[in-house]
T-cell receptor, first 111, second 114 residues
Framework: LAKTTQPISMDSYEGQEVNITCSHN???????ITWYQQFPSQGPRFIIQ?????VTNEVASLFIPADRKSSTLSLPRVSLSDTAVYYC????????????WGLGTSLAVNP | DSGVTQTPKHLITATGQRVTLRCSPR?????VYWYQQSLDQGLQFLIQ???????AKGNILERFSAQQFPDLHSELNLSSLELGDSALYFC?????????????FGPGTRLTVL
């Protein structure tokens, strides 16, 4: 089971770019890297997923180096509504590899 | 709205009791996952079902059981409830196997054991 390590908390300001790095040294060949966002008392929401290199969608970018032992979630120009907990997951639930959810990174965006 | 529904939204009960939480996955999703989230804690994976069969087991207590029915809805049964079982219980569903980790979460059931 792949364990991840990410910062417990981060602070930012509106309009800034936020980068949250996650380390996953024992990632397996078939594992994907997935990020979720969770607001208080709500279910997590899928943000982005990647396997290698860079993935970009309408809300975020995910950078994955060649060795895949870490990844960085990049949130461009954050707003107050981006204040949430962000979880980095490594695994492949689709192939019955259980996902380990850590405590995530609590991001606070200030005015 | 993720398309995953959970009932009830809130549940208050006493220690020693038994409750059933219900989840309806998104239309077309065959996999259902159950998670427990205690106050200020990360999500704990409990169990996964795929098309009616148990596929993966996490930190699910023996007092807890789940099943997925032919219409793909799932139920999580919690028995001999203890104070420490108070938590948010989430259900999630996903499309197909082998597609990584994209799961769609329901709004959760908040269980309070008094």
């Amino acid at each position: 089971l792949a364990k991840t390590t990410q910062p417990i908390s981060m602070d930012s300001y509106e309009g800034q770019e936020v980068n949250i790095t996650c380390s996953h040294n024992n990632i397996a060949t078939n594992d994907y890297i997935t990020w979720y966002q969770q607001f208080p008392s709500q279910g997590p929401r899928f943000i982005i997923q990647g396997y290698k290199t860079k993935v970009t969608n309408e809300v975020a970018s995910l950078f994955i180096p060649a060795d895949r032992k870490s990844s960085t979630l990049s949130l461009p120009r954050v707003s107050l509504s981006d204040t949430a907990v962000y979880y980095c997951l490594v695994g492949n639930a689709g192939n019955n590899r259980k996902l380990i959810w850590g405590l995530g990174t609590s991001l606070a965006v200030n005015p | 709205d993720s398309g995953v529904t959970q009932t009830p939204k809130h549940l208050i009960t006493a220690t020693g009791q038994r409750v059933t939480l219900r989840c309806s996955p998104r239309s077309g999703d065959l996999s259902v996952y159950w998670y427990q989230q205690s106050l200020d804690q990360g999500l704990q994976f409990l169990i996964q079902y795929y098309n009616g069969e148990e596929r993966a087991k996490g930190n699910i207590l023996e007092r807890f059981s789940a099943q997925q029915f032919p219409d793909l809805h799932s139920e999580l049964n919690l028995s001999s409830l203890e104070l420490g079982d108070s938590a948010l219980y989430f259900c999630a569903s996903s499309v197909v196997q082998g597609r990584g980790n994209e799961q769609f979460f329901g709004p959760g059931t908040r269980l309070t054991v008094l």
